[in-house]
């Protein structure tokens, strides 16, 4: 929505640089991880998913990266468009009785033309 | 693709109003959520269904109520709306094999005066 964007913290770069979206999560028993997108006045958009099995996964143009040891996974996004602007969030499963996810507070990307 | 639609896309309701928001999926998914946005807190679930007539409490259900009659329809209810739930409301459906992405609808904005 249209207030999504208040209060997160913002990266901005240049059409076709590469961007690196970080988020850290908590939980070691999380075993499976998502990243979405949100466009202003749009529902979260599934970009890419990881399994905790895996430490790479590439996806057209993005590629996820997950580092259980420091429970760190970033988006690195090649060539951003000016199209990638957006908040980005990663989201955890975490175990619950019934597996659901947790999502982070998210990062805007701003990319300048 | 997924559809998840979400009925309204702005309500605006008077404080102890009962008030239904309503969301259809179109890829008979078993499971259904409705979360919550704010600036600031991120996407924070308040109930979630994983079949027909079922449901759970996700983080914050105080204040809200769901009704499954149908697969594919799942409904938030606010028995009497108070002003700390003007809020984004977004609905999601997944399938129920484990770590399967969330599909999103596009959100209502409600807001209770």
């Known amino acids: 929505g249209e207030s999504v964007g208040l209060h997160l913290p913002t990266l901005s770069v240049q059409e076709g640089d590469n961007s690196i979206i970080n988020c850290a999560y908590s939980?070691?028993?999380?075993?499976?991880f998502i990243w979405y997108k949100q466009e202003s006045g749009k529902g979260p958009q599934f970009i890419i998913d990881?399994?905790?099995?895996?430490d790479k996964r590439q996806g057209q143009r993005v590629t996820v990266l997950l580092n259980k040891t420091v429970k760190h996974l970033s988006l690195q996004i090649a060539a951003t468009q000016p199209g990638d602007s957006a908040v980005y969030f990663c989201a955890e499963t975490r175990p619950k009785g019934y597996s659901t996810l947790t999502f982070g507070k998210g990062t805007m990307l701003l990319v300048s033309p | 693709d997924v559809k998840v639609t979400q009925s309204s896309r702005y309500l605006v309701k008077r404080t102890g109003e009962k008030v239904f928001l309503e969301c259809v999926q179109d890829?008979?998914?078993?499971?259904m959520f409705w979360y919550r946005q704010d600036p600031g807190l991120g996407l924070r679930l308040i109930y979630f269904?994983?079949?027909?007539?079922?449901?759970e409490k996700g983080d914050i259900p105080e204040g809200y109520s769901v009704s499954r009659e149908k697969k594919e329809r799942f409904s938030l209810i606010l028995e009497s709306a108070s002003t700390n739930q003007t809020s984004m409301y977004l609905c999601a459906s997944s399938l129920v094999t484990a770590n399967s992405p969330l599909h999103f609808g596009n959100g209502t904005r409600l807001t209770v005066t």
């Open positions: 939980n070691s028993a999380s075993d499976y």
């Open positions: 890829m008979d998914h078993e499971n």
């Open positions: 269904s994983y079949d027909v007539k079922m449901k």
């Open positions: 990881i399994r905790s099995n895996m």
